[in-house]
């Protein structure tokens, strides 16, 4: 007891030789765990203590392993996680000290101490070394466990991987006025296995426990606007608002205000959480047509809701393409404002819903929204070029992804000032109890690589990148071939 009492850094665990193979399956287990914990290697240490505690849920060692799962969760920023591993040690609130072990009385220091720090913990630093998989880039099947050990072994941390053939961040934008959303000659349908659209591949079902299996996280990448849905009807897509010919296109996205499109979406989110992910990413809109996207459903609400005709709506869009407007702002911008402030309320609503949703079955499920460098440097423009509003979104718990083109690494610290302050007043905890706070992730032009698509020096880098603001860095590979 005196020596689990100590708060002195664990030294490197050793591995025993075991007889018994159930023993020595659980001992291993834990060895890999504390390594990776004593390592520093936090996120690998949290999915492998999660699993030990799943796994031998009446260990001799459960104790220490929610108490290292604490430290790994704080360090990585996951303070609500962290919280509910103290409160297993420490018992109910209010619960006689006298009957509370060390590792209780450790845990209820740690939850006083967390619940009345006003920023992150002192170990913010800390945060994922990912790299980005589109669907160009995943390796044959019978080779994901080699290659899961390789990155592993490079110090990968996370994967981010394209959930659709359709949500990759290395595909070019789409033209605006494009009638089709998709080259014929580019696949289409989800990476995993669902009822809900087409199915290029279960490719979840071998990389996440592979992945799982070494400690690497893995992050779904989805685009809403134009998911894998076998519902394609027409009043399921937005239309395109051309004010110069004053009439209207197909256009290629979903309308998330649709009650049907969302309907659709969240059964389709579940059966991607279902793949045992550990979070997922939200795409922007590719591109800037937000303020000029259409439906009838989605004219109808806001004539509802302002009691506004949208004939006022399209004369706005028409006099926003007026060259030399006068200093003096016209109704018509009101009418404007009013418009895709709300429409950018709306989504972002749904996009809540949705991520309600998804952690009601996943509590520690991360939701990371993309957001393009507007949204930071100038909201208002984010605003009505692809309905961005990135302070409402964190105020809501959502993580931000900095995405678009990817960057260069001399560009991180510039973008860490945009981040500044996110974790000072964020979320208000409710009731006392300290709350997970957003995070930033950026995209990262990856500088180096060689054979079989792995990389080198990327641990290293994002370690010299990452700040408390920025803690995630995602490298992204240039394009290759697509698969067959």
């Known amino acids: 007891m005196l020596l689990a009492a100590c708060t002195v850094a664990p030294s490197a665990p050793v591995a025993e030789t075991i007889s018994d193979p159930a023993l020595e399956a659980e001992t291993s287990l834990w060895y890999q765990a504390s390594t990776a914990f004593s390592d520093g290697r936090y996120s690998a240490a949290m999915l492998l203590y999660e699993r030990y505690l799943a796994t031998y849920p009446k260990s001799r060692r459960a104790m220490e392993a929610h108490w290292d799962l604490g430290q790994a969760y704080e360090q990585m920023g996951e303070v609500t996680a962290a919280v509910k591993e103290y409160r297993t040690l420490a018992g109910p609130e209010g619960a006689p000290a006298a009957t509370l072990s060390s590792y209780g009385d450790r845990a209820l220091q740690r939850i006083e101490a967390l619940r009345h720090q006003p920023i992150s913990p002192g170990g913010a630093r800390s945060g994922h070394t990912a790299l980005y998989v589109s669907f160009n880039h995943l390796p044959r099947q019978s080779q994901v466990e080699t290659w899961a050990k390789q990155l592993s072994a490079q110090g ?51 990389i996440v426990p592979q992945a799982h299996e070494l400690g690497i996280s893995v992050y779904a990448v989805i685009d809403l606007f134009r998911a894998p849905l076998s519902d394609v009807r027409p009043n399921t ?22 009650p049907a499109v969302q309907a659709a979406m969240g059964q389709l989110l579940t059966d991607l959480i279902r793949t045992g992910v550990d979070g997922v990413v939200f795409r922007a809109r590719a591109e800037n047509s937000f303020a000029y996207e259409v439906s009838d459903g989605v004219l109808r609400q806001f ?20 060259p030399g407007k006068e200093a003096v702002v016209p109704i018509s911008d009101k009418t404007l404002w009013r418009w895709v402030g709300w429409k950018a309320r709306q989504e972002l609503e749904v996009m809540g819903l949705l991520r309600k949703h998804l952690q009601k079955m996943v509590p520690r499920l991360r939701l990371v929204l993309e957001v393009h460098l507007e949204a930071l440097s100038n909201p208002t423009s984010a605003l009505v070029n692809y309905g961005e509003d990135a302070a409402e979104a964190r105020r809501r718990g959502f993580d931000l992804l900095l995405g678009g083109p990817t960057r260069e ?21 409710a009731k006392g109890e300290p709350l997970t706070l957003p995070q930033g992730w950026v995209l990262l032009h990856t500088p180096a690589e060689h054979g079989a698509g792995m990389f080198t020096g990327l641990a290293q880098q994002a370690d010299e990148l990452r700040t408390p603001d920025i803690r995630h860095l995602v490298f992204v590979p240039d394009a290759q071939e697509a698969i067959p």
């Open 237 to 258: 897509r937005m239309l395109l608002y051309d004010p110069t010919r004053r009439r209207v296109h197909p256009w290629t996205q979903f309308d998330l205000l649709s």
């Open 409 to 429: 690494a001399s560009d991180v610290r510039a973008f860490a000032g945009s981040f500044k302050g996110w974790n000072r007043d964020v979320i208000q905890p």
């Open 156 to 206: 990968i941390s996370a994967i981010l991987l394209d959930a659709s053939a359709e949500s990759s961040f290395i595909r070019p934008a789409i033209q605006l006025g494009a009638a089709s959303g998709h080259s014929s000659e580019v696949p289409t349908g989800a990476l995993f296995a669902t009822s809900r659209g087409p199915v290029l591949g279960d490719w979840y079902s071998v």
């Open 303 to 322: 004539e509802t809701q302002f009691h506004q005709p949208s004939s006022e709506v399209a004369q706005a869009l028409r006099d926003r393409m007026v």
